[in-house]
């Protein structure tokens, strides 16, 4: 959705105080009322509807992550309660002072330590995280007005929507936003605010309006580190490679550290540069400190071997990940996809059966679909379509664009002239990353249109990006229109990138070159493009 500010950032800014100043009044009209209760709740789960303040959670979703609790009671002496960036866990500064005196000498409990996550723009494990909304849903109760409080509250909720793939937190998120610029408007510097909002746009795949949001940050404070992450992920959505690369680049110079080595580490990768992706992934994990950010940084390397075709190193890299942190769900799910790749089927189907359980992401649903359907079991797959039809019903209802996953869902197993459609609305939005540009192109092919799909599955593999699937597309389009030396080029190159990258496509590309046969003899000439 794109709620963009309503006023000029620059022109229209008026004199206000600075966050010090704020923060320390904040602290000082603390309410220590001990009659305060927390909100009420219905069984021991929150209740939540759309006309409900944004302090109290929805009702738990599709998710079988247990939720944060609708309060938590919280130490109300810290001095500064209420100051922190928006950007929590994703890229947001939080200033925490933390107490003088005894409080001074005990370890930091969870919410100091998700607040010191953010600050270091690390993630913070999804109990702190927890601990961290209750302790603002209870503090923005009694302190209305306060403004970073409900910034922080906002990014927060996007956080734990994304991490627990239960879209219902995006709404939470934005009226708490709302509630925050209201309190204290983005030109009057509640830049955080903006930061979150640009972030909500992301975790819905609004990437025009995240880049308007984070642009605005920029315009207002280019020397704040915590917009850059942000914006790298709305110029990655879009597309736009150079504007990505110079965000990371200023992200890297700002921050220094595992976020920044993290992020240059998946620039890397979409260049195609896998060495030097790898090298840094590397340091990023040897230097994480907290389990949430080792596990991160463990689960990246899995990713970074399976897509070079190493399914055993995945398989070992998603395991470290789980072993440091059991709540990355996110690795179960690459680590079935890799043991479907060892032909262990019955381990990777049990782990697909129980990521989805826990993080029920429709990509997730849409892959055990088609492993169901690799194995001949057709009823399965259907029941399994079926079930992501409702996941994807879900994320729309929330305001979710899942628009490429319906796309590749219906090319292959439904309508490709309704794939096609959804994909060049896409285009239209902006939306022109690599991965649109392999969707559509295989799109139109499936659609009969070989011949202008052509043009996007060739602008998808031009990235440089080492992606087996889209070279595999584009070998298939490429034998169609009887290019028979540039298919087998293609297609070569995706069974050599990762000979297992699906496990549907993977026999369909070794059949394809198989039935290409030897080049023709003649040299490079005769198989050129």
Avoid: C
Wanted: proline share 7%.
């Amino acid at each position: 959705m794109d709620v963009m500010p309503q006023q000029d950032p620059e022109s229209r800014r008026t004199p206000g105080p600075s966050p010090h100043d704020r923060r320390a009044r904040s602290a000082a009209a603390h309410d220590t009322t001990p009659g305060h209760e927390p909100a009420a709740t219905t069984g021991g789960e929150s209740v939540a509807t759309p006309n409900e303040d944004p302090s109290v959670l929805p009702a738990e979703g599709s998710t079988a992550v247990p939720p944060p609790p609708p309060t938590l009671r919280t130490t109300l002496r810290r001095a500064a309660f209420g100051a922190v960036a928006a950007g929590v866990l994703l890229a947001g500064a939080l200033v925490a002072v933390p107490d003088r005196g005894r409080d001074a000498a005990k370890e930091p409990g969870p919410v100091e330590r998700a607040e010191a996550a953010a600050t270091a723009g690390s993630p913070a494990s999804l109990s702190d995280l927890t601990a961290l909304i209750g302790d603002r849903q209870q503090w923005v109760e009694s302190h209305p007005q306060d403004a970073p409080s409900w910034a922080t509250l906002g990014s927060a909720y996007v956080e734990w929507g994304r991490r627990s793939a239960d879209a219902a937190y995006y709404g939470r998120a934005e009226e708490a936003l709302k509630r925050s610029l209201a309190a204290q408007p983005g030109e009057r510097g509640n830049g955080e605010a903006w930061v979150g909002m640009a972030a909500l746009a992301n975790a819905r795949q609004d990437f025009l309006a995240a880049k308007r949001w984070g642009e605005t940050v920029r315009k207002q404070e280019p020397r704040t580190w915590r917009v850059y992450p942000v914006l790298i992920d709305a110029y990655t959505g879009l597309g736009d490679r150079k504007a990505a690369t110079e965000a990371t680049e200023k992200f890297g110079e700002l921050r220094k550290g595992v976020p920044a080595l993290a992020r240059t580490a998946d620039l890397y990768r979409d260049q195609g540069w896998r060495e030097d992706a790898l090298a840094t992934a590397r340091e990023a994990a040897d230097r994480a400190t907290t389990p949430a950010e080792k596990a991160e940084a463990l689960h990246r390397l899995g990713e970074l071997a399976w897509e070079r075709g190493e399914p055993e190193e995945a398989v070992a890299q998603f395991d470290a990940a789980l072993r440091t942190d059991s709540g990355h769900h996110a690795s179960l799910a690459g680590k079935a996809r890799a043991l479907a790749a060892l032909d262990r089927t019955d381990e990777a189907l049990a782990a697909y059966q129980s990521v989805l359980t826990k993080l029920p992401r429709p990509l997730y649903a849409l892959e055990l679909g088609e492993l169901y359907a690799s194995l001949g079991l057709d009823g399965d797959a259907r029941s399994q379509y079926a079930e992501l039809e409702k996941l994807l019903a879900q994320s729309k209802a929330a305001g979710v664009d899942e628009s490429v996953l319906r796309a590749r869902y219906e090319s292959e197993h439904g309508d490709p002239a309704v794939a096609v459609e959804l994909l060049r609305a896409q285009w239209k939005k902006q939306h022109r990353s690599a991965a649109v540009a392999d969707a559509l192109g295989w799109a139109l092919h499936r659609a009969g249109q070989s011949e202008e799909g052509l043009k996007y599955a060739r602008q998808a593999v031009d990235t440089g990006v080492r992606n087996a699937s889209y070279a595999y597309h584009l070998g298939v389009i490429e034998r169609q229109l009887g290019e028979h030396g540039a298919a087998r080029r293609h297609l070569e190159e995706a069974l050599r990138t990762n000979p297992a990258f699906s496990p549907l496509d993977a026999p369909k590309a070794r059949e394809a070159l198989e039935a290409l046969g030897e080049p023709p003899p003649g040299g490079p000439g005769a198989t050129a493009r």
